[in-house]
């Protein structure tokens, strides 16, 4: 937050190489979605000429609708345990680590879940909250020896207070800007890209989501929700890449709401049964994970 006195310093999140914030201006696009399975498409992936894999983890900063825990399978998990210095240690499923605002909320209802919990803060509560998974989440593995070489942040929809936050504390290292094809989605990938460019967030591209079904019966792909068109022209105009066009595929959605994502799953018998959409959307994410990858470490590889 702004003090008086001058800009606050930004600080790099501890234990961690590149941080990597995957938002919209609008919501329920398939930001979420995007940001989870970007994060297991990149850990797939090889660290530069070694053999070893990207070890990432996902941070959940959507304080008022926190997805990640269901996305990862992780909705009844128990709170987060502490370090003897006071930091949060992730919550790990599917070989990743996670931090989010969903595993602090107290468990209430029949099937002590919190999927009804709500937060109702404002203001400095929940700059706080956001500052504490920022700065106090201890993301070493378990043997304390590796940090992460990516933090993939889930970011809440919209240009508010908690993406403004990042880009004044935090140094980060890319961005990923998801809309889908509508006008209305555009115009607020304008506002996104305008607000991390005025507090200095680089963009490293766009993904078009929900871009288009292909059908079983004819496989020719159905533009659902109109032409790409305007969104490359957007994209064209704003000197941003567009990093993939990822199709509406059934398996997405439902293995987000099995905690098991499509991007872990889609093996040949689900890609099946999702016809040449489910294909082409494994395609499309492992490529805009490359392009990511070596827009991160461009200067270090
Ligand atoms: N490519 C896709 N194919 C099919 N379903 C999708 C796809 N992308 C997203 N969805 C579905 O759309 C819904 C919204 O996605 P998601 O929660 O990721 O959006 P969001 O932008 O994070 O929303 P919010 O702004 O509320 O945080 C989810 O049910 C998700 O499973
Ligand atoms: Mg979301």
Redesign the pocket.
């Known amino acids: 937050m702004p003090r008086r006195g001058g800009p606050v310093q930004k600080r790099s999140i501890p234990n961690v190489q590149k941080v990597l914030a995957v938002a ?1 201006g ?10 989870v399975n970007l994060a297991f498409s990149l850990a797939l992936k090889q660290h530069g000429q070694s053999n070893q894999r990207l070890r990432v983890g996902i941070l959940d900063l ?1 304080i008022f ?1 926190p ?1 990640v825990p269901t ?1 990862m399978g992780l909705q009844n998990s128990d709170e987060p345990e502490l370090t003897s210095g006071g930091a949060l240690l992730p919550i790990v499923n599917h070989g990743l680590p996670t931090m989010s605002m969903g595993y602090l909320l107290p468990k209430s209802g029949d099937d002590a879940s919190r999927a009804d919990a709500a937060v109702v803060w404002r203001g400095l509560m929940v700059q706080k909250a956001v500052q504490q998974l920022l700065f106090d989440v201890d993301w070493r593995d378990a043997a304390q020896n590796h940090g992460l070489d990516i933090l993939v942040i ?1 970011m ?2 919209g240009t508010g207070d908690v993406p403004l936050t990042l880009g004044q504390l935090v140094n980060v290292d890319g961005t990923v800007i ?1 809309s889908t094809p509508q006008d209305v989605a555009l115009a607020d990938v304008r506002r996104g890209i305008s607000m991390f460019r005025k507090v200095s967030v680089p963009i490293t591209g766009t993904m078009l ?2 871009a288009y079904f292909v059908c079983s019966s004819c496989s020719a792909p159905h533009q659902l929700f109109g032409s790409p068109d305007a969104f490359r022209m957007t994209a064209h105009k704003l000197g941003v890449d567009v990093l993939g066009e ?5 398996g ?2 439902s293995g ?2 099995n905690g098991i994502p499509y991007a872990l799953s889609c093996s040949e018998r689900q890609t099946k049964e999702d016809g040449a959409g489910g294909a082409v ?1 494994r395609n499309v994410m492992a490529d805009a994970a490359a392009k990511v990858y070596d827009a991160l470490f461009k200067d270090t590889l």
């Not at 609008?26 to 940001?35: H, I, L, P």
């Not at 990822?246 to 059934?250: A, D, E, T, W």
């Open positions: 919209s609008k919501g329920g696009v398939g930001k979420s979605t995007v940001a959507d609708g997805s996305l889930d809440p929809p998801v989501n929900q990822l199709p509406l595929v059934k997405v959605s987000g709401d959307w």
